[in-house]
């Protein structure tokens, strides 16, 4: 289910790239229209190749979890050879898949640099960076700037449903990925919490709006799933969390500082000290939940 939706959203994001050229309009820089395109293109492939490595980066998680599995029905201690392997893959895979989303949200900066202030294209081209930044492990600053593109669109609504209710399911699935990696690194309830109700929120507003808006069953019913699953990761003790896979577009650790939180360090890979770089909808987010 999630990897449809996923496909569906990657094709939405193509649209820009045919509409560029006709929104820059007559008189207008044509090489720099033209770099816009290219430079679009380049963000969608980029974005494509980051899907997969993101994909890889899981299957190791995965694959963690499943030797930790089996080394406890063997009563082989935790720290055993295949563990240990385990880990290091995961942790390689982690930061190629860091790598790659800090590319793809780079590259749509470049076009945002590159368009007319008031190109319609923009909302769009924001919203692909900011889902970028989130898993690349910059979840702060890529909820932020989804929160500030979902007042916005809020407030025009013309023509924006589409964008605003895939921006609030971004920011709901940030939200939840900052609470979930926050609780696993121990952070205090108080901070975590926080994170999770607005999550929580979000998922809620997400199931009203559909089912005022005469949506299929499953697309609110997979809302409301969304929403007890933030209030499973609020109830659950943390050693049933740490049991359960993470969700499959969430990063392994979060870099930068919350705000509200300036002068603390992000929050590393559960069970290490963050170093200076840090780690690394109806519908579920992956697996993990």
């Not at 190791?60 to 880990?87: D, K, N």
């Not at 929120?201 to 933030?230: C, F, I, P």
């Not at 659950?236 to 499959?248: A, F, K, Q």
Request: aromatic share 6%; proline share 6%; net charge negative.
């Amino acid at each position: 289910m999630s990897g449809r939706k996923g496909i569906g959203w990657t094709i939405w994001a193509l649209i820009p790239v045919l509409v560029l050229a006709f929104h820059f309009g007559p008189g207008q820089d044509l090489e720099r229209r033209d770099l816009a395109v290219r430079r679009h293109r380049d963000a969608i492939a980029l974005e494509l190749q980051a899907t997969g490595i993101q994909a890889e980066a899981h299957a190791s998680h995965l694959a963690v979890i499943e030797a930790r599995r089996r080394a406890l029905l063997a009563g082989v201690p935790g720290g055993s050879p295949e563990i240990e392997t385990a880990l290091e893959r995961e942790r390689l895979a982690y930061e190629r898949a860091e790598t790659a989303w800090e590319q793809v949200a780079d590259a749509y900066g470049d076009v945002s640099d590159l368009l007319p202030e008031d190109a319609d294209e923009i909302p769009r081209v924001r919203w692909s960076k900011a889902r970028a930044q989130v898993r690349s492990g910059e979840i702060w600053a890529g909820a932020g700037e989804l929160e500030a593109l979902l007042q916005e669109l809020d407030a025009t609504q013309v023509g924006q449903g589409p964008l605003i209710r895939a921006t609030r399911e971004e920011l709901a699935g940030a939200r939840y990925y900052g609470a979930r990696l926050m609780r696993l690194a121990g952070e205090p309830a108080k901070e975590w919490r926080a994170e999770s109700m607005r999550a929580r929120q979000q998922y809620r507003l997400l199931a009203e709006q559909a089912a005022s808006d005469g949506s299929a069953v499953e697309v609110v019913r997979g809302y409301e799933d969304n929403v007890e699953r933030v209030i499973d990761l609020e109830q659950m003790d943390r050693s049933e969390i740490e049991g359960r896979p993470l969700p499959s577009e969430s990063p392994r650790g979060v870099r930068g500082g919350r705000p509200g939180n300036q002068g603390r360090p992000g929050v590393g890979r559960p069970g290490n000290r963050p170093d200076s770089r840090g780690a690394g909808t109806g519908r579920p987010i992956g697996d993990g939940w």
